[in-house]
């Protein structure tokens, strides 16, 4: 299908179940502020709940992708959406911490079946503008991101914690577009997927011959992807707590900056992509990290309005890698699209989440103020981009 008409309907269908899903993952950080206060939690335990939802989306995404690759099922991730579902409702009826990590862990399985069927989907929908599909699906998850703060500011906060189950709502509403999806995807591309597919695996072989330089190029990916999201888990898990603590803001005032600096994601991902297929992804990987990183050192010196801006300026500038990079390990794997995708999805969550519990604990024994001036070193590991081949950015148009 990559070879013929993109299907931007199935793409947009797939992105808005991609916003969907990854707004009620963004409502689990956005409530810290008042789970903290109810339960008496210190840093270290909503380090500990951020790193239980991405354990439990990043063990998983790997093998789901790889089954995916085998046998695709589409509908799954109207499944993946059924425990999402679940993990808003125990989330807002939670009655001590232990329920609250078991409606963490329901959140993170939901996107560990979702994310790799729905990156499988796109590509096979991107009509060979890879770069592109894979952004616009990437736009739909940090939209996400970032609407859930909002919401959480004007439904969240002042409802208290068992408002999150106006969210099961939305959840409905994402499976019935990813059912709609689904359906269509299949109808239209049955047999174009059964080629691909085909085509995709012949060129694995040819490409295996090179093992080492895969397995080297993947390794330094994965050194890129930590860099990028241990210093996104600074903001996601204690941006607000930060913007309150040095500048005695409002618990609203803080949710707003932080959907700003979310927002940025998703205009980042989607001009990364549109870029990565113009200029080549080598180029976006790198620009898109190290770029980042004379901004992330005057950050934590600077008052509450330049922090609002730098912020948005990182943001934008570190998030356009995410789906060049994710595109580049699909070139040099050709034939293991879900598994890539579950792979790189899933250690955005695993590092993520060791990220913010590691800086929870750094926290507790420093401060915040410590965390984000050490936290500005982490886009100088962008530097290792230039030690990635190049690779033929034409040829994948070809590819599943």
């Not at 096979?124 to 770069?131: D, F, H, I, P």
């Not at 886009?379 to 148009?397: E, I, R």
């Amino acid at each position: 299908m990559t070879q013929g008409k993109a299907l931007f309907p199935v793409l947009i269908a797939l992105s808005l179940g991609h916003l969907i899903n990854d707004t009620i993952q963004s409502l689990l950080p956005a409530i810290y502020p008042i789970i903290k206060q109810v339960y008496q939690l210190d840093f270290g335990q909503i380090g500990l709940l951020t790193l239980t939802f991405q354990l439990a989306a990043c063990i998983f995404q790997p093998l789901v992708g790889h089954i995916n690759d085998q046998k695709p099922m589409p509908y799954s991730i109207v499944a993946g959406m059924a425990f999402s579902l679940a993990g808003l409702l125990t989330l807002a009826y939670a009655l001590s911490f232990e329920t609250l990590l078991v409606g963490a862990t329901l959140v993170g399985l939901g996107s560990s079946i979702f994310h790799p069927e729905a990156t499988r989907m796109a590509r096979q929908a991107s009509g060979g503008q890879l770069g592109m599909a894979q952004a616009i699906f990437v736009v739909g998850g940090q939209a996400g991101t970032a609407i859930g703060p909002l919401l959480a500011a004007f439904i969240i906060v002042p409802g208290g914690q068992t408002s999150i189950a106006w969210f099961s709502v939305i959840a409905m509403i994402g499976a019935m577009i990813l059912v709609w999806a689904c359906r269509h995807f299949v109808a239209a591309a049955r047999e174009a997927v059964a080629l691909a597919k085909k085509n995709s695996l012949n060129q694995s072989k040819v490409q295996g011959g090179d093992r080492q330089r895969v397995i080297w190029s993947v390794i330094i990916l994965m050194m890129l992807l930590l860099s990028k999201t241990a210093y996104s888990a600074s903001f996601n898990s204690f941006y607000t707590f930060y913007l309150i603590g040095k500048f005695d803001v409002s618990m609203q005032v803080s949710q707003y900056m932080l959907f700003v600096f979310l927002m940025a994601s998703a205009l980042g991902s989607l001009v990364g992509g549109w870029l990565g297929d113009k200029f080549g992804r080598n180029f976006i990987i790198w620009f898109s990290i190290i770029g980042a990183l004379p901004f992330t050192l005057i950050l934590p010196h600077a008052d509450l309005f330049w922090t609002g801006i730098l912020t948005v300026v990182i943001n934008l500038i570190m998030s356009s890698a995410m789906s060049s990079i994710i595109v580049y390990a699909m070139e040099l794997m050709p034939g293991r699209t879900g598994m890539i995708g579950g792979l790189f999805y899933g250690l955005a969550f695993g590092f993520g989440g060791l990220a913010a519990a590691a800086l929870g604990v750094l926290a507790d024994h420093t401060s915040l103020d410590t965390v984000y001036t050490l936290c500005a070193y982490l886009p100088a590991l962008g530097f290792l981009a230039f030690l990635l081949p190049k690779v033929d950015h034409s040829a994948p148009m070809k590819r599943a």
